[in-house]
């Protein structure tokens, strides 16, 4: 299980981006799939999720970002995809998207995940 994370940089406060996790070797779509993220000397804190499209396909977002970010599949191209609008400088961290590896699961509690793809870095700044 490989996950990739991209579309990370610099924006400025009110703008906007996307990033998306891309997969190696296995089928997304099988698997919930979470979107994590971890500021300089802060803990990590799970950001979305969305489940896998056999459970119900549902999705999460923490009270911090609701009604800016939006996390979302596209099959045909076997990636999630993390829409950020109106960025604040607090949302200044590193990405990570990560799975629990298990097959029609739903959004999982965060220590079940196990694989992770490497961060991208996205910088709110004017």
């Known amino acids: 299980v490989q996950l990739q994370a991209s579309g990370g940089g610099l924006v400025q406060p009110g703008g906007s981006l996307r990033l998306s996790c891309a997969a190696s070797?296995?089928?997304?779509?099988?698997?919930?799939i979470g979107w994590f993220r971890q500021a300089p000397g802060q803990e990590r804190e799970g950001v979305a999720c969305i489940s896998s499209s056999s459970s119900d396909g549902s999705t999460y977002v923490v009270d911090s970002v609701k009604g800016r970010f939006t996390i979302s599949r596209d099959n045909a191209k076997n990636t999630v995809y993390l829409q950020m609008n109106s960025l604040k400088p607090e949302d200044t961290a590193v990405y990570y998207c990560a799975t629990d590896g298990y097959v029609g699961s739903s959004c999982p509690p965060v220590h079940d995940y196990a694989y992770w793809g490497q961060g991208t870095l996205v910088t709110v700044s004017s």
């Open positions: 070797g296995f089928t997304l779509d099988y698997y919930a």
